[in-house]
């Protein structure tokens, strides 16, 4: 991939955030948040919304 591929957010179930081509389907367990762009300004994107990075369903020990 280059500079200039286009991403997307994308959220599992358990409100973990990550990128993924937008020219890619969104893989099993993921979907799309809704915010597009570049790789940085994506990442930009998760550092400002994700702010408990704890697992929804954090493992019970």
């Known amino acids: 991939m280059d500079a200039y591929t286009r991403f997307s957010v994308v ?3 358990q409100n973990q955030y990550s990128i993924w ?3 890619k389907d969104t ?3 993921w979907r ?3 915010f597009d762009g570049g790789r940085d300004d ?3 994107y998760i550092g400002a919304v994700w702010t408990d990075m704890t697992p929804t369903c954090a493992p019970i020990r």
């Open 27 to 29: 893989p099993l367990g």
């Open 21 to 23: 081509p937008v020219d």
């Open 32 to 34: 799309r948040e809704g």
């Open 11 to 13: 959220l599992n179930d």
């Open 42 to 44: 994506c990442l930009d």
